[in-house]
């Protein structure tokens, strides 16, 4: 993956990109220092207008699971002046949020490892194969990329429904693996053709079957790639509303998102441990994301997409 | 094959070759076999879960279906697809669901690629701003839905306190009661939170463009804003492509947003065709008809696609 790092630098000079074209000629060939300290500080300052943007919302969301359920409506302070982990305490225990936590997070667990381990292998014979009909089964996958998911909702609703797997966890877990193995795929072919093939040859003159292969070498390699798609898949169903609000109908088996909005439609005026529970849905995926930070460059920039 | 056949019997006349010819038709069947064996996993569940579905979805979609059982689902031709075209309702939410995709999607991929040019490498603490800035795109759309609504809530919501201070007395917007203004709340809040995507995947694409070619434009006197169209823009042009198929596909089936702020009321003024497709088949079981008005959908939005890839593909060349 070395020699995506090499490329990182480029952008530098580039910024800002709508700014006029009024600078001495000196600029053109390298910027002078006090040109780039000034670009440096409109940067820094578009880099905070642009982060407060992106976590002011969110940050409100967190001092609110603080504030006392009464006085919530109309706080307009950032900093609680009571801070209470009461709505904390409402929310895990006597709303079930715990018992949809831990749904949540088998749904998502499993619909990582299952479309991971399913799409290697697909995107294994993609990469290294030569085979009939290869680029028409590849496109037939792709082709789903142009529909929209959320459109299947009926007739997957209907064959749920026909093979007893409505409100189900494992009927959750199936259909977002299938609404996630085309771009698993897809991504995941890019990175392994990236490995150069000789890795594989020498491999495989020490004897070493298909599978082993693909497990012991080319999935190691790709390592950071597998972490960035696992993250999206990970967040992707850890958030998904639409198909576990129409498949799931028994509070014992919400995730999350479900949970949350049937408490507030029970509980309109409970913002306190909305907000809480909130917070609890969101922490998983921002560290999960966070973790996956440190792949992030390699993985993301592999080129797949270019 | 014939050959191998040959290789085979002549092989098994001789019985102590027999073994290692027949062990490599084996090897060979193998090989041949491999790459499908690799694909049937992933085949079976996208088979089953997705493409088997585009089917039934079609298939529905010719019928009065109902889902309670013993109730009889007339077959009924095209007459779901021609009462799609005498719905008042889908003309506003075709006009939402529009106006979501050309004011959204746009602005989403200029204020990405935006903070993209800016954020570089050389930047200090380049890392930490660009998490900051795609945290919005892993929390979920329901939570944000719901902060969304409080900020603009019209008792003591914090857009309303910040209007009173302004002009002075207590302001009591209701936001998202009246149609235009949801409307702005939802295109908000998608912006919001769509911007990181965008951002992380131009600045994938922004790393990939050789330094020598901007700088040899530099040196050619070229000016930034140049620079930026005749060099830069045109690099990411596949990123481009990528950023706006994806996102408008997106956009087609904003859901959540509007289903938790709005429901799509006022009378139905904020529907847009996901939440009404969803509506006519979940609320009002008119199976057939949400099933005719998604297989549309699909079809238009696959055309889209195609087309729009096939369009920056020329350009390309």
Not at chain 1, 104 to 125: D, G, K, P
Not at chain 2, 259 to 281: D, H, R, V
Request: charged share 10%.
């Amino acid at each position: 993956m070395s020699r995506f790092d090499g490329t990182a630098t480029l952008s530098t000079e580039m910024a800002p990109p709508k700014k006029p074209p009024k600078k001495p000629p000196a600029t053109a060939a390298g910027p002078g220092l006090f040109g780039a300290r000034r670009r440096n500080k409109s940067r820094l300052v578009i880099a905070i207008i642009l982060s407060v943007t992106s976590l002011g919302p969110l940050l409100y969301m967190l001092s609110l699971s603080f504030q006392p359920n009464g006085g919530l409506l109309g706080a307009t302070v950032l900093i609680p002046t009571h801070p209470t982990v009461q709505n904390y305490v409402q929310a895990w225990t006597e709303n079930s949020f715990s018992h949809y936590f831990l749904n949540s997070l088998i749904v998502a667990f499993a619909t990582v490892v299952i479309t991971v381990v399913f799409a290697s292998l697909a995107a294994f014979a993609f990469a290294r194969y030569q085979f009939p009909l290869k680029q028409t089964i590849f496109y037939f996958f792709l082709a789903s990329l142009a529909v929209p998911n959320l459109l299947l909702l009926i007739p997957q609703f209907l064959l749920m429904d026909r093979l007893h797997l409505l409100d189900s966890l494992t009927g959750l877990v199936l259909l977002y693996v299938a609404s996630n193995l085309p771009f698993t795929i897809f991504l995941l072919r890019g990175f392994f053709e990236a490995i150069p093939k000789e890795y594989e040859e020498s491999f495989r003159l020490d004897g070493a079957r298909t599978l082993r292969v693909l497990w012991g070498l080319i999935v190691p390699l790709a390592l950071p790639a597998i972490a960035v798609v696992s993250m999206f898949i990970f967040s992707a169903s850890w958030d998904e509303f639409p198909v576990a609000l129409t498949m799931i109908n028994s509070s014992q088996n919400y995730t999350l998102p479900v949970g949350l909005a049937d408490f507030i439609g029970v509980h309109t005026v409970a913002w306190g441990p909305f907000f809480a529970a909130s917070v609890i849905a969101t922490v998983p995926v921002i560290v999960v994301f966070l973790i996956s930070l440190r792949w992030f460059r390699s993985g993301v920039s592999l080129g797949a997409i270019r | 094959m014939s050959k191998m056949d040959r290789l085979e019997q002549h092989s098994a006349s001789k019985a102590p070759v027999a073994v290692s010819g027949r062990s490599r038709r084996s090897l060979r069947a193998r090989r041949i076999a491999t790459p499908y064996l690799l694909l049937v996993p992933a085949l079976v569940i996208y088979g089953v879960f997705t493409i088997y579905p585009i089917y039934r979805q079609f298939d529905i979609s010719f019928y009065n279906w109902h889902i309670f059982p013993g109730v009889s689902d007339p077959f009924v031709g095209w007459s779901n697809y021609t009462a799609i075209f005498h719905d008042p309702v889908i003309r506003t939410a075709a006009f939402n669901s529009f106006l979501f995709i050309v004011i959204t999607v746009p602005i989403q991929m200029a204020i990405g690629l935006f903070a993209a040019a800016v954020l570089t490498d050389h930047m200090p603490g380049s890392m930490f701003w660009r998490a900051c800035i795609y945290i919005p795109v892993v929390t979920s759309w329901v939570v944000v839905s719901w902060v969304f609504s409080y900020i603009f809530a019209s008792q003591g919501g914090v857009m309303n306190g910040l209007a009173g201070l302004f002009v002075g007395h207590t302001v009591s917007v209701d936001w998202t009661a009246q149609t235009w203004t949801a409307n702005g709340v939802i295109w908000l809040l998608s912006i919001w939170k769509g911007v990181g995507w965008s951002f992380i995947i131009f600045l994938a694409a922004l790393d990939g463009i050789p330094r020598q070619l901007v700088e040899s434009a530099r040196i050619d006197g070229a000016n930034e804003f140049r620079v930026w169209r005749n060099v830069v823009l045109p690099s990411i042009r596949g990123a481009v492509t990528f950023v706006t198929v994806l996102l408008v596909i997106g956009a087609a089936q904003v859901f959540t947003q509007i289903f938790e702020i709005t429901k799509g009321g006022p009378y139905n003024s904020t529907q847009s065709l996901m939440t009404y497709m969803y509506q006519q088949a979940f609320s009002n079981f008119a199976f057939g008809y949400a099933a005719a008005l998604a297989s549309l959908l699909a079809v238009i939005l696959f055309g889209f696609s195609a087309a729009e890839i096939r369009i920056l593909r020329q350009h390309d060349v």
